[in-house]
């Protein structure tokens, strides 16, 4: 059934209201790393530079692995709110809000071990771990802060609300810089802590975050916390939250497994190959930080259209969100392909790195319109809660696609770091083909909630 023009031009005008201020909270998520490394490089010792940087990846690394909360949070509460189901909504918020507080109260307590896991793993000199352990002990004790923010951003954008997590996550990179500035330095009448202001600024922005979240909840969503929600420890509505967060974290750590492979195996290669991967890393990010935008927005409409049971408008959704995450990729590939050596020398005065860097403008371009297509369909599976294939695609495409590509581009044709963005391309292939063959059919329509 073709959209007619009034309804594909609302259709659109819906998709860019939720995938714009999305984009805008995606591109500020790493902020709080970033920040705090740029506050951290004017201290004194290299090593607190060092300490901050591993600290931020390894925290990173741990709530990444946990962001199911935020995905299965808006998937069933985008079905529930298009079924006109507001009880259920308030359950999956308090059910969620359970194992968030749970999690990071589990992160919280076991910090210290965590901590030296993580750079038993990551490495660094001496000074690098031990400044680098109590930044990461300091920031852990905000991880239940972390997760329940988690599930009040699900929440939100399950009920088709894309501005309140993007002035939330405004106003913790505000915080964050005030705080990262008073505490580091000691200005302000605050007291100097260096490395450790840098974390305890991190816990007061995200406290500070969550505050005013309840408060929107509270005042905007009051209706909501007055319906009294089913019965918490409902096994089926427990059983099928479990379920979720079970798929979405698995496909987590697959991904996470692929890109911490890459990057074990491209230290191996030397620190210019190391630096050159850091910068075309971060360049490769920047699109994903977009796309999310749109995926974001096909998660709230795609759920909010299969829990009326509207499957026509569900598939008409994920069709549009498809065409406009393809179209914005395609200028990120124009840009890469012509401009990624000048892009690359803006991020280093190292011309060897730089070089290297640009030399791969082939693999990081031209892999872009297929990135941007997997991105929105995992945002459409999300959504129509199919997190069981999505877990399955993503384990697919890491052990069975990219696992045995990587090994043969790098160590069976010695292609250096070429042959590990050639690896990663095959599994941005893998998962597109795996996705694709769903996508294609109906059954992701029939996967969500009956409610």
Same mark, same amino acid.
């Given at each position: 059934?073709?959209?007619?023009?009034?309804?594909?031009?609302?259709?659109?005008?819906?998709?860019?209201?939720?995938?714009?201020?999305?984009?805008?909270?995606?591109?500020?998520?790493?902020?709080?790393?970033?920040?705090?490394?740029?506050?951290?490089?004017?201290?004194?010792?290299?090593?607190?530079?060092?300490?901050?940087?591993?600290?931020?990846?390894?925290?990173?690394?741990?709530?990444?692995?946990?962001?199911?909360?935020?995905?299965?949070?808006?998937?069933?509460?985008?079905?529930?709110?298009?079924?006109?189901?507001?009880?259920?909504?308030?359950?999956?918020?308090?059910?969620?809000?359970?194992?968030?507080?749970?999690?990071? /109260?589990?992160?919280?307590?076991?910090? !210290? #071990? +965590?901590?030296? @896991?993580? $750079?038993? %793993?990551? =490495?660094?000199?001496?000074?690098?771990?031990?400044?680098?352990?109590?930044? /990461?002990?300091?920031?852990?004790?905000? !991880? #239940? +802060?972390?997760? @329940?923010? $988690?599930? %009040?951003? =699900?929440?939100?954008?399950?009920?088709?609300?894309?501005?309140?997590?993007?002035?939330?996550?405004?106003?913790?990179?505000?915080?964050?810089?005030?705080?990262?500035?008073? %505490?580091?330095?000691?200005?302000?009448?605050?007291?100097?802590?260096?490395?450790?202001?840098?974390?305890?600024?991190?816990?007061?922005?995200?406290?500070?975050?969550?505050?005013?979240?309840?408060?929107?909840?509270?005042?905007?969503?009051?209706?909501?916390?007055?319906?009294?929600?089913?019965?918490?420890?409902?096994?089926?509505?427990?059983?099928?939250?479990?379920?979720?967060?079970?798929?979405?974290?698995?496909?987590?750590?697959?991904?996470?497994?692929?890109?911490?492979?890459?990057?074990?195996?491209?230290?191996?290669?030397?620190?210019?190959?190391?630096?050159?991967?850091?910068?075309?890393?971060?360049?490769?990010?920047?699109?994903?930080?977009?796309?999310?935008?749109?995926?974001?927005?096909?998660?709230?409409?795609?759920?909010?259209?299969?829990?009326?049971?509207?499957?026509?408008?569900?598939?008409?959704?994920?069709?549009?969100?498809?065409?406009?995450?393809?179209?914005?990729?395609?200028?990120?590939?124009?840009?890469?392909?012509?401009?990624?050596?000048?892009?690359?020398?803006?991020?280093?005065?190292?011309?060897?790195?730089?070089?290297?860097?640009?030399?791969?403008?082939?693999?990081?371009?031209?892999?872009?319109?297929?990135?941007?297509?997997?991105?929105?369909?995992?945002?459409?599976?999300?959504?129509?809660?199919?997190?069981?294939?999505?877990?399955?695609?993503?384990?697919?495409?890491?052990?069975?696609?990219?696992?045995?590509?990587?090994?043969?581009?790098?160590?069976?044709?010695?292609?250096?770091?070429?042959?590990?963005?050639?690896?990663?391309?095959?599994?941005?292939?893998?998962?597109?083909?795996?996705?694709?063959?769903?996508?294609?059919?109906?059954?992701?329509?029939?996967?969500?909630?009956?409610?």
């Amino acid at each position: 059934m073709a959209i007619l023009g009034g309804e594909q031009k609302a259709l659109d005008r819906q998709i860019f209201r939720l995938g714009v201020p999305s984009m805008v909270a995606s591109l500020s998520v790493p902020l709080i790393g970033i920040v705090d490394t740029i506050f951290v490089g004017h201290l004194p010792d290299v090593a607190f530079l060092g300490a901050v940087s591993v600290g931020s990846v390894i925290f990173d690394v741990l709530y990444w692995g946990l962001g199911f909360l935020r995905m299965g949070t808006t998937a069933l509460t985008a079905q529930y709110f298009g079924a006109g189901q507001p009880r259920n909504c308030t359950g999956v918020l308090f059910q969620a809000g359970i194992i968030a507080l749970l999690a990071g /109260l589990f992160l919280a307590l076991f910090r !210290a #071990p +965590l901590a030296d @896991l993580g $750079f038993w %793993l990551a =490495g660094g000199s001496d000074d690098v771990q031990m400044w680098g352990k109590q930044y /990461l002990a300091v920031r852990m004790l905000g !991880a #239940p +802060l972390v997760l @329940l923010s $988690f599930v %009040l951003m =699900g929440f939100f954008r399950g009920l088709a609300d894309a501005m309140t997590p993007m002035w939330l996550t405004i106003v913790v990179n505000v915080v964050n810089v005030v705080a990262d500035y008073a %505490l580091i330095y000691g200005k302000w009448g605050a007291p100097e802590l260096g490395v450790v202001g840098a974390a305890w600024a991190s816990v007061f922005a995200t406290g500070t975050g969550l505050v005013f979240g309840f408060g929107i909840l509270l005042f905007k969503y009051r209706t909501y916390l007055v319906e009294r929600p089913q019965n918490l420890l409902d096994l089926q509505k427990l059983r099928l939250l479990g379920a979720t967060n079970f798929n979405l974290f698995g496909r987590t750590a697959c991904l996470l497994f692929a890109q911490f492979f890459m990057l074990s195996q491209v230290a191996r290669m030397g620190e210019v190959a190391l630096a050159a991967n850091a910068v075309l890393i971060q360049v490769w990010s920047l699109v994903s930080y977009c796309i999310d935008g749109i995926a974001h927005a096909a998660e709230t409409l795609v759920g909010n259209a299969l829990g009326a049971k509207d499957f026509v408008l569900g598939r008409q959704v994920a069709g549009r969100c498809l065409l406009w995450g393809v179209l914005a990729s395609l200028f990120y590939t124009v840009v890469y392909m012509f401009g990624l050596d000048v892009i690359a020398n803006a991020f280093t005065d190292h011309q060897a790195v730089a070089q290297l860097a640009g030399a791969q403008w082939l693999w990081v371009s031209l892999i872009l319109p297929v990135n941007a297509a997997v991105f929105v369909w995992d945002g459409v599976f999300i959504g129509a809660n199919d997190t069981r294939y999505l877990f399955g695609a993503m384990a697919v495409a890491s052990f069975v696609v990219f696992l045995p590509a990587f090994i043969i581009f790098v160590y069976g044709f010695s292609w250096g770091l070429t042959g590990a963005w050639l690896g990663l391309n095959s599994l941005m292939v893998g998962r597109f083909i795996m996705l694709w063959r769903r996508y294609v059919g109906d059954v992701w329509l029939r996967s969500a909630v009956d409610v």
